[in-house]
């Protein structure tokens, strides 16, 4: 077994690793390893050859591979070491990592503090469970864009979308780019479950149906798909059989939702969120594990690349004043509580006394789509954060910085409440 000793290892190559690394490196770690299982840098982003990247952090509408390639530009610059298809096996609370590659074998790394930023999966198949054969022609979106995008295959001609995720709608206008025609976008939501510039760019400027409050009931065919039955969904999301209708097509393209990867942090012992799926955090991005950070879709699935980021320069420059320092002196916690149509809030504590250095930004997802609304953190009947939105939607996550002016008072409380509620 090959040792290896460094202050900070980043666990992931996409956006908030990258930042992570980079961000600890600037911060004053001298040795930075950033893992990756994959045989380059940069997560997904590197097939994401859509724009819309980078409007928040560079004030520029950058592709995929553009957005990422600053960050491995930089990653470079600093000559920070990487270990490719290297397969983190397994971290233990006390910050040992064992991983895997065919380069050096099994390896053991000794780490200051350790990043998770794994990113996430999609949901496949077998976890709607949707009658019928399993012919060929089935895929994820994610799987769909890397055929296009990196392998130059097109999956089929005639395609339908389950689900409304970002990726899905991306690659509906993909596929029209190519040539092939995409029957129907098929959400079993009253709304989309992504962006509504998605929904505007990339099936209303094309004329792809969108088919909300249906889902699919069958997948037809034997040795390839021939075609899906689909049929609107009642209050409890039940097909309601009889408003049944067939569409030939090929393929069956699924966009319905995807997973914090966090097998890793679950066999470790952090404390998780029940509603994320990804980790508890504070305001350093730091786990329930002393030294243990994490950040982007890991914590929680984000909609846009520069919220991944946020969070991973934060965590990179957290771990390495903590490989650097030691831990920090334990601080009253104040917990945050979703109130009125918040689904949840990370991080999910905070500290008032680092409160006062700068303003904490909060990310909070809505349950339900809401017009004219009001997003408020209160502490008990004191209001400390007050904006309005015109419109919410679950697919876009909201932010809220607690200003540092409300440091003092806070240290007098321990619990705040997020509230997006109507004005009326």
Do not use: W
């Amino acid at each position: 077994m090959i040792e290896h000793r460094c202050d900070v290892a980043v666990v992931g190559s996409g956006a908030g690793g990258l930042a992570a690394a980079v961000a600890a490196r600037e911060a004053g770690a001298r040795e930075v390893l950033v893992l990756e299982r994959d045989n380059i840098l940069g997560g997904i982003l590197p097939q994401c050859i859509h724009t819309g990247f980078g409007l928040e952090i560079f004030s520029e509408d950058l592709t995929g591979p553009e957005y990422i390639h600053r960050f491995v530009a930089r990653a470079l610059e600093l000559q920070l070491p990487t270990a490719l298809n290297t397969m983190v096996l397994e971290i233990t609370s006390n910050r040992e990592l064992y991983a895997a590659s065919p380069e050096e074998g099994l390896l053991k790394i000794k780490a200051g503090a350790v990043v998770l930023a794994m990113g996430c999966r999609e949901r496949t198949r077998g976890a709607l469970a949707i009658p019928g054969t399993r012919p060929a022609g089935i895929m994820t979106a994610g799987l769909a864009q890397r055929f296009v995008n990196i392998e130059g295959y097109m999956p089929g001609e005639r395609i339908v979308v389950l689900g409304s995720g970002d990726v899905g709608m991306i690659m509906a206008r993909r596929f029209t780019f190519e040539g092939a025609h995409v029957e129907a976008v098929v959400e079993i939501l009253p709304y989309i479950g992504g962006l509504i510039r998605n929904k505007v760019q990339c099936l209303d400027d094309y004329g792809i149906p969108l088919f909300l409050e249906h889902t699919v009931t069958e997948i037809l065919g034997n040795m390839r798909v021939t075609g899906v039955k689909i049929a609107k969904v009642n209050e409890d999301l039940e097909p309601i059989l009889e408003t049944g209708r067939e569409i030939a097509c090929d393929t069956l393209v699924l966009s319905v939702g995807l997973i914090p990867e966090n097998e890793l942090s679950e066999k470790l012992g952090v404390e998780m969120d029940s509603v994320t799926g990804g980790p508890l955090v504070n305001e350093l991005m730091e786990t329930s594990i002393p030294g243990i950070f994490a950040c982007g879709n890991v914590v929680h699935v984000c909609d846009i690349v520069d919220n991944v980021t946020q969070m991973g320069l934060v965590a990179g420059k957290s771990a390495a004043r903590f490989a650097l320092e030691g831990p920090a002196e334990t601080e009253p916690r104040i917990r945050l509580r979703p109130g009125e149509n918040v689904r949840y809030v990370v991080p999910q504590t905070i500290s008032a006394a680092r409160l006062a250095e700068a303003p904490l930004p909060l990310h909070l997802r809505v349950a339900r789509p809401d017009e004219n609304v009001r997003v408020s953190i209160v502490a008990g009947r004191r209001c400390i954060f007050d904006s309005r939105e015109k419109a919410v939607a679950p697919g876009e996550a909201l932010i809220a910085s607690i200003p540092t002016s409300a440091a003092e008072f806070l240290a007098q409380v321990d619990e705040l409440q997020i509230d997006v509620q109507q004005v009326k």
